[in-house]
């Protein structure tokens, strides 16, 4: 049997949240808790628990995948549409080498369209620049590998929105999220932080 548990804060409280879950053979308990504090005494605030069994409630995607080659490189296409939703998306990814892919996303009948260059470079750091054809604006990302760590920063030029995270995952003490955000087009620029934990165990 083994657990999991997640804890996830930030200075904005409709964010933060903490999260358990136990497997116990088929069946999986869920626990979670928002705005939990210790202030004058215990405050267990937004307390719930759930059961889940996988295969209990079953659905079975309409998703279609395949490969190609285009000029010699690999393209490949998925079709489908999500659970409760009539709209079919399309997406594809051409792969030019082993650091060097473009890949796009295309709702059908609408101008829902995103087009995004990755480039990996020496092998830790990876550029992504994204283009979005229904609103004719570019987003940018750029993250850097240095060892256990992952340092990324985003900016989406529709919204003026400046994120920077960083991301430690460890084979023995977990994973280790932190991200702060901007949004320039405010007034205030007031910054909102996350921090985010997550224990694997085994019982």
């Known amino acids: 049997m083994n657990a999991s548990l997640r804890g996830r804060h930030s200075n904005c409280k409709s964010t933060a949240a903490d999260y358990a879950a136990v497997n116990a053979g088929d069946v999986k308990l869920l626990a979670s808790m928002t705005d939990a504090r210790i202030v004058n ?4 605030n937004g307390l719930t628990f759930a059961i889940k069994k996988p295969g209990f409630y079953r659905y079975i995607p309409q998703k279609l995948m395949n ?13 489908g549409r999500k659970r409760g939703d009539k709209r079919t998306v399309v997406d594809g990814t051409l792969v030019f080498d082993s650091g060097s ?9 609408t101008r829902n369209c995103k087009l995004k260059y990755s480039y990996l470079h020496g092998g830790v750091t990876t550029l992504e620049p994204c283009y979005d054809l229904g609103k004719n604006v570019w987003d940018f990302a750029i993250s850097r590998r240095l060892y256990d760590n992952v340092f990324k ?3 989406q030029t529709w919204s ?7 991301l430690r995952n460890h084979v023995f003490n977990g994973t280790f999220k932190m991200s702060a955000s901007v949004n320039l087009a ?8 996350i921090a985010e934990t ?4 085994e019982m």
Do not use: H
């Open 41 to 44: 005494g215990p405050s267990l």
């Open 67 to 79: 490969t190609f080659r285009f000029a010699k490189n690999p393209l490949k296409l998925s079709y």
């Open 101 to 109: 892919q473009v890949s796009a996303s295309y709702m059908v009948g």
């Open 153 to 155: 920063a985003t900016y």
């Open 160 to 166: 003026k929105n400046l994120a920077l995270g960083w």
């Open 186 to 193: 405010e007034e205030s620029k007031d910054p909102k932080f």
């Open 198 to 201: 997550t224990w694997e165990l």
